[in-house]
Structure formats: C-alpha cells, structure tokens
C-alpha cells in the first residue's frame, strides 16, 4: 500500500506560480506511475499531469501544456507539479495519484486558490 502526503496548494493571484509536492511512503515508489489530478467545485475529477515511472516519459492535459511540469525523484518518492502562468480556472483541489496495474492510491488533497 501507498501513502500519499501532498503539500505546497495556497492562494495565488492570476499568472503566479505555485510547486505542489507529493510525499509517497513505502519502498515501492518507482514501480508506479505518478499523476496530479484536479477537482475543481461541482466538477468532476480531471486528469492534470501524469509521468512514468523512470521519469522519462510524461503527459498533460491541454489546459496546462506549456504552464504546468511534472517530475519525480525516485530516490526521495516524491513527485512535484510546478504550475507557472496560473489562471483563475486553474482554481480546484489537486490530488496525488500513484497507479500500478490496477491499483490506485490517492492523497487528501490540497487546495490551489487563483484570483484574478
């Protein structure tokens, strides 16, 4: 099982940057995929941001092309989500995800404010 702690959400004003960071517990980290996801209010949960598990290959959702970068450290099992050119609809709960097979850890969640 995996332990997600995520950390870094806060207020922000449009076209700020925030680093979210994501601590996994256990010494199984770098078999999982690592992924940001977001729920903003009365939406569904959306994809953000996933990475592989070396690292080398990762994706993102149109809306944060070019603003948003994801990266891993193995050796420290963290995962961090670096958000630049923030937008006010970039407002919502960011979440923590580590996906292996058919297995799925999530974090508490940490809320990331934009205003404009």
């Known amino acids: 099982q995996v332990q997600l702690v995520e950390s870094g959400g806060g207020l922000v004003q449009a076209g700020g940057s925030l680093r979210l960071s994501c601590a996994a517990s256990?010494?199984?980290?770098?078999?999982?995929?690592m992924g940001w996801f977001r729920q903003a209010p009365g939406k569904e949960r959306e994809f953000v941001a996933g990475i592989s598990r070396s690292g080398g290959s990762t994706d993102y959702a149109d809306s944060v092309k070019g603003r948003f970068t994801i990266s891993r450290d193995n050796a420290k099992n963290t995962v961090n989500l670096q958000m630049n050119s923030l937008k006010p609809e970039d407002t919502a709960v960011y979440y923590c995800?580590?996906?292996?097979?058919?297995?799925?850890?999530w974090g508490q969640g940490t809320l990331v404010t934009v205003s404009s």
């Open positions: 256990g010494r199984t980290f770098s078999t999982y995929a």
């Open positions: 995800n580590a996906h292996r097979d058919i297995q799925d850890y």
